[in-house]
């Protein structure tokens, strides 16, 4: 069975850092592209940062361009986003995905999603 897990969501100040992780199982990790997703309540979900199978090939919206960095550890079965400088807009519930193509990711079609980790901005 696969399952993918996020974590580290939280409630911090505008300017602060948070660290997401994911975690997934059930799959071969180095086989699969992952992306970070969220969805602010009553808007549709974006497509926040994604990565190849090797962490070689990364992509970012540009609202977070700059300021998020997505890396991957393999040998953890693990995906990370790295939010700096976080503002009220990046309020949303942050979700972490996994697909077999790179491409089905950055679409933001991915074939398996975890629960999402919600993150909150205060002004």
């Known amino acids: 069975q696969i399952q993918v897990a996020e974590s580290g969501g939280g409630l911090v100040q505008a300017g602060g850092s948070l660290e997401l992780s994911c975690t997934v199982s059930?799959?071969?990790?180095?086989?699969?592209?992952m992306g970070w997703f969220r969805q602010a309540s009553g808007e549709e979900r974006e497509a926040v940062a994604w990565?190849?199978?090797?962490?070689?090939?990364?992509g970012y919206s540009d609202s977070v361009k700059g300021r998020f960095t997505i890396s991957r550890d393999n040998a953890k079965n693990t995906l990370y986003l790295q939010m700096n400088d976080l503002q009220p807009a990046d309020t949303a519930m942050y979700f972490c995905?996994?697909?077999?193509?790179?491409?089905?990711?950055?679409?933001?079609?991915?074939?398996?999603w975890g629960q999402g980790t919600q993150v909150t901005v205060s002004a």
């Open positions: 059930g799959l071969s990790f180095g086989d699969y592209s």
């Open positions: 990565t190849s199978e090797s962490g070689g090939l990364s």
């Open positions: 995905a996994a697909d077999k193509f790179f491409h089905s990711v950055a679409v933001g079609e991915p074939s398996y």
